[in-house]
């Protein structure tokens, strides 16, 4: 019969003080041994955050904590107390992560990914003033009747409907 290994045994406050203390003093190694100790608690407070936010996020507990780690190991200059100050600091930093990720959402939700148009811009779509369009007619006219100064029968109904229509001749 197989048996499940032990249960990792939870680390004591003092060993995680301790290399908090020593990352505070620039010992990248110490950094590397804190985050096995302490990444199941923060994987249960990233949950906990989670419950309260809206249903179908899609930012995960897992995820939180891997950006809130990346918010805290960016961290210059931190003198760490001690376990629950960490604990307060990496609350913090998933709480900005998960208020950070709300206002994207709610900036695609309200069209932060469309081009936004100025007034210089929008020139570019104005409709032609007048006299584009006497000359944009005249081309047409031409180029119905031929270039023949003699008027064509269809070339009254075409400049009567662009006038109703306010669309120009095709």
Do not use: C
């Not at 990352?23 to 190694?29: C, L, P, Q, T």
């Not at 995960?60 to 190991?73: D, G, R, S």
């Not at 210059?76 to 600091?89: E, M, P, T, Y």
């Not at 900036?107 to 000359?135: N, Q, Y």
Request: glycine share 4%.
């Amino acid at each position: 019969m197989r048996q499940n290994p032990p249960a990792p045994s939870p680390s004591s406050p003092g060993d995680v003080t301790r290399l908090l203390r020593a990352w505070s003093a620039g010992d990248k190694e110490a950094l590397a041994g804190l985050l096995p100790l302490v990444y199941a608690e923060l994987r249960q407070r990233a949950r906990t955050f989670m419950r309260r936010e809206r249903a179908g996020h899609t930012l995960q507990p897992t995820a939180l904590v891997h950006e809130a780690y990346m918010k805290l190991v960016d961290q210059k200059n931190i003198s760490w107390k001690d376990r629950a100050h960490f604990f307060g600091v990496a609350a913090r930093a998933m709480r900005e992560v998960l208020v950070d990720h709300a206002r994207r959402h709610a900036a695609e939700k309200r069209g932060a990914a469309e081009t936004r148009v100025t007034l210089t811009d929008a020139s570019a779509v104005t409709p032609p003033r007048d006299s584009e369009r006497r000359f944009y007619l005249k081309k047409k006219l031409a180029a119905v009747t031929g270039g023949r100064s003699s008027p064509d029968s269809r070339v009254p109904d075409a400049i009567e409907r662009d006038k109703r229509k306010r669309v120009l001749i095709p």
